[in-house]
């Protein structure tokens, strides 16, 4: 018998990382979700438990002990990560450009957006090392991709263009372990940064992040996804 597969979801005490977070539940795998917030993760957790296993824990992706605390508990209850999704994500910053941006806000964007999932596989990748195929999906954004580089929403664009270039590298880095590491544009999606006006519901701006979590064709690495589609960088 196949031992339980299990996933982590930050982000997921609401909107696209909530959605993600109960799709993997219903498709049978243990997951762990994460929010900064406790009485936020306690809530969505009451909510989710309704639909199978789920573990919350408090995590601050921008603060190494609060991963290593993370990591300890993964550790300890499960030996193992089949499945991260690096989906926290901060600051659809429309109210500046390139030319006159705040860079000490542009830094704090890139320190969840960037630095937060990167700090996140380095320390999570023992434990990915323990499964038999272990998966990363960065969620990133239309506004990461070269081309989508106009000189608006400079902290989110350029951090989510860098969570993109960290897909490649993380890819490549790996491509002589069993771990896949791959990019997903969920589209606009109604959610705080999306906001009520977005044409997508979270469910389906989570659902190719679902899907590139469940690949196992090794060849699919190293790639960004939108609509279950591979897409230009």
């Not at 993600?20 to 917030?37: E, P």
């Not at 009451?46 to 995590?59: A, D, N, R, V």
Request: hydrophobic share 40%; no cysteine; charged share 20%.
């Amino acid at each position: 018998m196949k031992t339980e597969q299990v996933a982590l979801v930050t982000g997921a005490n609401r909107g696209i990382g909530y959605a993600v977070a109960k799709a993997l539940i219903q498709h049978r795998i243990q997951v762990i979700a994460t929010s900064r917030n406790v009485d936020n993760a306690k809530k969505a957790q009451k909510e989710l438990s309704q639909y199978g296993s789920i573990t919350f824990h408090q995590l601050d992706v921008t603060d190494f002990e609060s991963i290593m605390r993370l990591y300890a508990s993964i550790k300890t209850n499960f030996g193992k990560l089949d499945i991260l999704i690096n989906n926290a994500g901060v600051n659809y910053d429309t109210w500046h450009n390139a030319g006159n941006a705040n860079l000490r806000e542009v830094r704090t964007t890139f320190e969840t957006n960037f630095f937060g999932p990167w700090q996140l596989a380095q320390t999570l990748l023992p434990l990915m090392k323990n499964s038999e195929l272990a998966r990363i999906v960065n969620v990133s954004s239309g506004s990461g991709t070269l081309a989508s580089q106009n000189g608006e929403t400079p902290g989110y664009s350029l951090s989510k263009l860098a969570l993109n270039g960290l897909t490649m590298h993380l890819a490549n880095a790996f491509r002589g372990e069993t771990i896949i590491v791959n990019s997903v544009g969920p589209g606009w999606v109604k959610a705080d940064m999306g906001g009520k006006e977005a044409p997508r519901t979270p469910e389906q701006g989570a659902e190719t992040i679902v899907w590139a979590a469940m690949l196992t064709d090794r060849k699919n690495t190293g790639k960004f996804f939108r609509d279950k589609t591979e897409i230009n960088w």
